[in-house]
Protein backbone atom coordinates (compact mmCIF):
# COMPACT_ATOMS: atom_id res chain seq x y z
CA UNK A 1 0.00 0.00 0.00
CA UNK A 2 1.26 3.58 -0.88
CA UNK A 3 0.78 4.72 2.91
CA UNK A 4 3.35 2.72 3.67
CA UNK A 5 6.12 4.81 2.33
CA UNK A 6 7.75 8.04 3.56
CA UNK A 7 7.19 9.62 -0.09
CA UNK A 8 3.40 9.76 0.38
CA UNK A 9 3.53 12.04 3.37
CA UNK A 10 6.31 14.04 1.94
CA UNK A 11 6.48 14.51 -1.81
CA UNK A 12 3.27 15.21 -3.29
CA UNK A 13 1.93 12.86 -6.04
CA UNK A 14 1.22 15.34 -8.51
CA UNK A 15 4.36 16.81 -8.03
CA UNK A 16 6.36 14.47 -9.22
CA UNK A 17 9.98 13.51 -7.49
CA UNK A 18 9.64 10.18 -5.81
CA UNK A 19 12.00 8.49 -7.73
CA UNK A 20 14.49 11.28 -6.95
CA UNK A 21 13.14 11.31 -3.03
CA UNK A 22 13.98 7.33 -3.09
CA UNK A 23 17.26 7.64 -4.45
CA UNK A 24 18.40 10.27 -1.88
CA UNK A 25 17.49 8.01 0.69
CA UNK A 26 19.44 4.74 -0.83
CA UNK A 27 22.65 7.72 -1.05
CA UNK A 28 21.70 8.12 2.71
CA UNK A 29 21.75 4.61 3.39
CA UNK A 30 25.03 3.99 1.79
CA UNK A 31 26.67 7.07 3.21
CA UNK A 32 25.57 6.02 6.49
CA UNK A 33 26.97 2.46 5.91
CA UNK A 34 23.58 0.95 6.78
CA UNK A 35 22.91 -2.15 4.16
CA UNK A 36 19.80 -2.18 2.30
CA UNK A 37 18.74 -5.80 0.54
CA UNK A 38 16.89 -4.33 -2.38
CA UNK A 39 14.12 -6.61 -0.75
CA UNK A 40 10.32 -6.20 -2.03
CA UNK A 41 9.37 -3.08 0.21
CA UNK A 42 11.28 0.06 -1.09
CA UNK A 43 14.17 2.03 0.39
CA UNK A 44 11.12 4.23 2.48
CA UNK A 45 8.98 1.65 3.11
CA UNK A 46 7.94 2.02 7.12
CA UNK A 47 9.92 -1.56 7.78
CA UNK A 48 12.99 -0.59 5.50
CA UNK A 49 13.14 2.62 7.94
CA UNK A 50 12.87 0.53 11.16
CA UNK A 51 15.15 -2.00 9.42
CA UNK A 52 18.21 0.38 9.34
CA UNK A 53 17.31 2.22 12.38
CA UNK A 54 17.85 -0.72 13.92
CA UNK A 55 21.22 -1.46 12.24
CA UNK A 56 22.09 1.83 13.52
CA UNK A 57 21.50 1.30 17.14
CA UNK A 58 22.99 -2.15 16.82
CA UNK A 59 26.13 -0.71 15.41
CA UNK A 60 26.12 2.17 18.53
CA UNK A 61 25.78 -0.42 21.19
CA UNK A 62 28.44 -2.51 19.50
CA UNK A 63 30.74 0.05 19.40
CA UNK A 64 29.84 0.92 23.06
CA UNK A 65 30.89 -3.03 24.19
CA UNK A 66 33.75 -3.22 22.08
CA UNK A 67 35.32 0.07 23.69
CA UNK A 68 34.82 2.57 21.10
CA UNK A 69 33.50 5.52 22.01
CA UNK A 70 33.91 7.48 19.01
CA UNK A 71 32.71 4.82 16.76
CA UNK A 72 29.66 5.15 19.16
CA UNK A 73 28.83 8.62 19.12
CA UNK A 74 29.41 8.51 15.45
CA UNK A 75 26.69 6.04 15.58
CA UNK A 76 24.58 8.04 17.60
CA UNK A 77 24.96 10.88 15.52
CA UNK A 78 23.61 8.94 12.51
CA UNK A 79 20.50 7.84 14.97
CA UNK A 80 19.31 11.73 15.32
CA UNK A 81 20.49 12.49 11.47
CA UNK A 82 17.87 9.56 10.23
CA UNK A 83 15.18 10.40 13.13
CA UNK A 84 15.15 14.23 12.20
CA UNK A 85 15.06 13.58 8.46
CA UNK A 86 12.92 10.75 8.36
CA UNK A 87 11.74 8.20 10.47
CA UNK A 88 11.34 10.56 13.20
CA UNK A 89 8.80 13.34 10.91
CA UNK A 90 7.04 11.16 9.25
CA UNK A 91 6.18 7.78 11.20
CA UNK A 92 3.93 9.53 13.49
CA UNK A 93 1.75 10.97 10.64
CA UNK A 94 1.83 7.32 9.41
CA UNK A 95 0.91 5.09 12.87
CA UNK A 96 -1.95 8.12 13.35
CA UNK A 97 -3.70 7.27 10.44
CA UNK A 98 -3.02 3.90 10.45
CA UNK A 99 -4.77 3.78 13.75
CA UNK A 100 -7.45 6.06 12.40
CA UNK A 101 -8.68 3.18 10.21
CA UNK A 102 -9.50 0.90 13.30
CA UNK A 103 -6.85 -1.88 12.24
CA UNK A 104 -8.07 -4.18 14.76
CA UNK A 105 -5.87 -5.45 18.37
CA UNK A 106 -3.11 -7.03 16.67
CA UNK A 107 -2.00 -3.96 14.28
CA UNK A 108 -3.06 -1.16 16.86
CA UNK A 109 -0.47 -2.63 18.77
CA UNK A 110 2.19 -2.71 16.56
CA UNK A 111 1.30 0.65 15.07
CA UNK A 112 1.52 1.87 18.94
CA UNK A 113 5.03 0.39 19.01
CA UNK A 114 5.98 1.77 16.22
CA UNK A 115 4.81 5.47 17.41
CA UNK A 116 6.74 5.04 20.84
CA UNK A 117 9.72 3.34 19.08
CA UNK A 118 10.31 6.59 17.13
CA UNK A 119 8.95 9.02 19.89
CA UNK A 120 11.30 7.38 22.19
CA UNK A 121 14.33 7.42 20.23
CA UNK A 122 13.61 11.06 18.70
CA UNK A 123 14.08 12.29 22.65
CA UNK A 124 16.57 10.16 23.83
CA UNK A 125 18.82 10.08 21.11
CA UNK A 126 18.52 14.26 21.47
CA UNK A 127 19.02 13.49 25.63
CA UNK A 128 22.21 11.61 25.02
CA UNK A 129 23.69 13.54 21.80
CA UNK A 130 23.13 16.77 24.42
CA UNK A 131 24.85 14.40 26.75
CA UNK A 132 28.17 13.62 25.34
CA UNK A 133 28.33 16.79 23.91
CA UNK A 134 28.08 16.69 20.19
CA UNK A 135 25.44 18.88 19.43
Request: with cysteine; net charge negative.
Amino acid sequence: SSDLVESFYRIGRREGGVGDFVARIQSEYRQMGVRWSGSAEPPDHIATELEAMSSLCRREWEAWESGSADEAVGSLRLQRTFLDRHLGVWAPLFTARALSANPGAFYSRLLEFIHSFVVHEKNLSAIRVMAVGIL
